[in-house]
């Protein structure tokens, strides 16, 4: 019986080593940080769309715009006022207006996402 006794505490030994050494295996990869709350001056690219599609800003204000979709989007002005290139996902474009008036802009891979940024 000392045998037995012997090999079922190696056994316990080795099913808790195994557990302890296993831990985080069959977990689901933590997901990345969630953007931040939008505030005055973000605007967050989600679902194909800017949101919010209009803000208004006082001049000299710097605007944030992140990608949250899966698929890479820009920030392009209609009239050529600034491009972010291409963003992936998580990535952000900023950029400060100096000058009041309204910039609309596009996603150029997506013309169908618009947004405005009036500065005031």
Known sequence: MRKTSIVAALLLLIVLSAGISCQGYGK????????PAA???????????????SITVPAGTKVTWTNNDSAPHTVTSNTDAFESGSLSRGGTFSFTFAQKGTYEYHCSPHPSMNGKVIVE
Do not use: K, L, T
Request: aromatic share 8%; no cysteine; net charge neutral.
């Open 39 to 53: 505030s005055g001056n973000a605007v967050s690219i989600s679902n194909f769309a800017f949101s919010p599609a």
């Open 28 to 35: 689901p990869a933590p997901s990345p940080a969630p953007a």
